[in-house]
């Protein structure tokens, strides 16, 4: 049990444009889900923490309006890179809780922005 | 803010060789510890976890104990197998009331198991 998927597992796109990556819990319900960004050989940057139905609060440095988080239900939550440039090419993860401590993480996807 | 300080690999061990990886951490309150898995290809999974002082998490022949003292919770295995060859993540969880649980991870440690 709880799984949870990312779509699409890579994605390549232009300077400039927006690319969104879906993350879904197959079989629970996931009143918070977080999403993290991680670069070759280093950590798990946590960007935001997003409660279903509720705003996403972002982490210091993580510029809301480019990276838009949406957890419209219990079993989807969505990152948008707006207007993307190669900067933000990177691996990002995300996780999903229950609403205890344990986060359930998702394969992850890679973005490359040429 | 909580940090998360693990060994620095890649580290490289033969089959049923005693494998540590150090982990320390500084943290503000009493936080729970973990250890996180990534198999190749594959997202995180949790592989044990300790909530309070002293306490040990086992999962798999791995082992790790929470040691306040030193703030430290080092991953132990007696014997290795090919099949533990994997990113280790170390990790601490805030528990202050309203802050979701976040975790803050160490840099990971990758471990190559050789037959």
């Known amino acids: 049990g709880a799984v949870v998927s990312q779509h699409p597992s890579w994605v390549i796109c232009k300077s400039g444009t927006s690319v969104k990556i879906e993350c879904r819990s197959l079989d629970f319900q996931a009143t918070t889900m977080f999403w993290y960004r991680q670069f070759p050989k280093q950590s798990l940057m946590l960007m935001a923490t997003s409660n279903e139905g509720s705003k996403a609060t972002y982490e210091q440095g993580v510029e809301k309006d480019k990276f838009l988080i949406n957890h419209a239900s219990l079993t989807l939550s969505t990152l948008t890179v707006t207007s993307a440039h190669p900067e933000d090419s990177s691996f990002y993860i995300c996780?999903?809780?229950?609403?205890?401590?344990?986060?359930?993480f998702g394969p992850g996807t890679r973005l490359t922005v040429t | 803010g909580d940090s998360v300080t693990q060994m620095e690999g890649p580290v490289t061990l033969s089959e049923e060789a005693f494998l540590t990886i150090n982990c320390t951490y500084t943290a503000t309150g009493y936080p729970s510890l973990f250890w996180y898995v990534q198999y190749p290809g594959e997202g995180l999974q949790l592989l044990l976890k300790a909530t309070k002082a002293d306490d040990k998490g086992s999962n798999k022949g791995f082992e790790a104990t929470y040691r306040k003292e030193t703030t430290s919770f080092h991953l132990e295995k007696g014997s290795v197998q090919v099949s533990d060859s994997a990113v280790y993540f170390c990790?601490?969880?805030?528990?202050?009331?309203?802050?979701?649980?976040?975790?803050?991870f160490g840099k990971g440690t990758l471990l190559t198991v050789n037959p």
């Open positions: 996780s999903a809780s229950g609403g205890r401590y344990e986060q359930y």
């Open positions: 990790a601490l969880s805030d528990l202050a009331p309203g802050s979701n649980y976040k975790l803050t």
